[in-house]
């Protein structure tokens, strides 16, 4: 592998981590015309899901990470120092660090237990124009809010969310929650964000216990959140900052909106 196909694999680890699917990776590089390992640019979501879980990427760092302690029994254990670390193989250098790797792995996990939790199976697809997408749940049945577009009498357009599982059963209605203005989610978004970036100081302590404590995922999340809440606060809606940051958006038939961070943070309010 050369120095350009070493950053690509970089890259496509770190979108994965800002919240991109494997398929809009994809599509964002034949949009770049980044050249595949062939020359070609006809790069498919299959291909970069299988190089988020290839273990190849990480060197040999995990080979560092322990060492056979005693070859009679062949326990393994961490690597705590008492051995150098060092390179089984000098030309395999890591392309990706350990960390990260870890942290994609667990990533993966995450929204695969996502998908089941909240039954479906189109994570994150199309974030570019609908960031809350997959984002919005059902506090009452755990499915996911879709969006619905309502065109008035005098040509008034309005988006409002509402429970997926409405539809289901033949149509009958076996969820009855609220539906909620799209606008009304942009705003608790908007809001707990720069309840976040304008209080930096305040959630240092916070963020600084998840670095300490947290597992690979939840100190790589904390990292980004809070180098993009360093930024400042937010005027309007950035989709990008959502997909990077933002959990969910939990809504119960009292009205009651609970809004989740990646970095564990959360706000709730109260909508009519
Ligand atoms: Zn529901």
Redesign the pocket.
């Given at each position: 592998m050369n120095k350009a196909q070493a950053k690509i694999v970089k890259r496509i680890y770190q979108e994965y981590l800002t919240g991109k699917t494997p398929d809009r990776i994809a599509r964002l590089f034949r949009s770049e015309k980044v050249k595949n390992w062939d020359g070609k640019y006809n790069w498919q979501a299959t291909s970069i899901d299988s190089m988020l879980r290839n273990e190849k990427y990480m060197g040999d760092t995990i080979l560092q990470k322990s060492y056979t302690q005693d070859f009679l029994t062949k326990k393994r254990v961490v690597n705590d120092g008492k051995l150098q670390m060092y390179h089984i193989q000098d030309d395999h250098e890591a392309i990706i660090d350990i960390d990260t790797w870890n942290a994609v792995q667990q990533e993966i996990a995450r929204r695969e237990k996502y998908c089941e939790e909240h039954r479906t199976n189109a994570y994150a697809q199309l974030t570019e124009t609908k960031p809350l997408s997959c984002k919005v749940i059902?506090g009452?049945?755990?499915?996911l809010y879709t969006r619905v577009q309502y065109t008035y009498r005098d040509g008034r357009r309005v988006a409002k969310w509402r429970?997926?599982?409405?539809n289901k059963a033949g149509g009958a209605r076996v969820?009855s929650?609220r539906y909620v203005l799209e606008e009304a989610l942009i705003k608790l978004f908007i809001m707990s964000w720069n309840e976040i970036a304008g209080n930096y100081d305040e959630y240092k302590d916070f963020w600084k216990k998840n670095l300490k404590e947290g597992d690979e995922l939840l100190r790589y999340k904390t990292k980004q959140i809070m180098a993009a809440a360093k930024k400042g606060k937010i005027k309007e809606l950035d989709g990008e900052l959502m997909i990077m940051a933002m959990d969910y958006i939990k809504i119960f038939e009292s009205g009651r909106l609970v809004i989740r961070s990646y970095d564990g943070t959360e706000f709730e309010c109260e909508t009519e």
């Open positions: 059902c009452e049945c755990n499915y429970c997926a599982s409405t969820c929650n």
